[in-house]
Structure formats: C-alpha cells, structure tokens
C-alpha cells in the first residue's frame, strides 16, 4: 500500500474494531445448557457463573461464549429466542475423528456426519446448530 493511500485509509477509518468480542447463544434454560455446554467443552461447571438470572459465559481460548436466554430478544416469549439455523462459529478440535465418536458417545445430536474430512454440525438442546471443524 502506497504512503498516500494508507493515509487515506486511517481518515476514514471507523471507531468500531474489526474485533469479535463475545458470541451470544441463545438458550431457554440456562442451567440445563450450562450444563450441557461445559460436558461438550470439558470446562467445569464451577467456572460458569449464571449472571443476572439470564447469562452464562463460558471460559474459552480465544472469543468468549456466552449463553443467554435473551430476554429482550424474545426470551420471554413462550417458543424464545430464535435459535441458530445455520452454524454461525466453529468449535476447534485437533483430532476431527475422536470429537466426532465422543460427540455421538455422550448422546449429542449429530446433523451431519464428517464433511470434507474437515468438520461436522451438531446441535444443543435448544436446536442451535453448532460447527465442530479441524483446526
């Protein structure tokens, strides 16, 4: 990039970071999917404090998760909060095979098997469709 087109670049720059901070799922019951969240992840549950009745984040390595039954959002409404229809992140995982046997193994529901030797989608009990790929 030339020198003029850099500082081009900089005066129109916005103030919003090109950053992810946290990924919200939306979930109906907070507890039941604390629960099943930190067993998928091997976190323990007692790093995974509910807050304010309604948000859970979960420790990760890298962009945070945060459970939530989104009560401005629909979360009150009796169906809630719209769930995730489409894979919307990636979980990371070293070894594609042995996440995909102990996804099936622990009773979570498999959607697709091992595409392109690369990944998979499964889905949370609140019908969230979730990617697991090879990092």
């Not at 900089?10 to 919003?16: D, E, F, L, N, Y």
């Not at 976190?43 to 948000?55: A, K, Q, T, V, Y």
């Not at 894979?87 to 099936?104: H, Q, R, W």
């Amino acid at each position: 990039m030339k020198a003029g087109e850099q500082e081009e670049l900089q005066k129109t720059k916005g103030p919003i970071k090109n950053k992810v901070g946290s990924l919200f799922v939306p979930v109906r019951d907070i507890e039941k999917s604390r629960e099943w969240y930190c067993s998928l992840l091997s976190i323990p549950m007692e790093e995974c404090s509910i807050l304010n009745g309604h948000l859970c984040p979960l420790p990760m390595e890298g962009t945070e998760i945060i459970l939530d039954t989104m009560p401005m959002w629909g979360g009150k409404e009796p169906g809630g909060a719209p769930n995730i229809q489409t894979p919307a992140f990636m979980l990371l995982t070293n070894d594609l095979e042995a996440s995909y046997a102990f996804a099936g193994e622990t009773g979570v529901e498999l959607v697709t098997g091992i595409e392109h030797d690369h990944w998979f989608v499964i889905k949370d009990p609140d019908g969230n469709l979730l990617m697991v790929a090879r990092e």
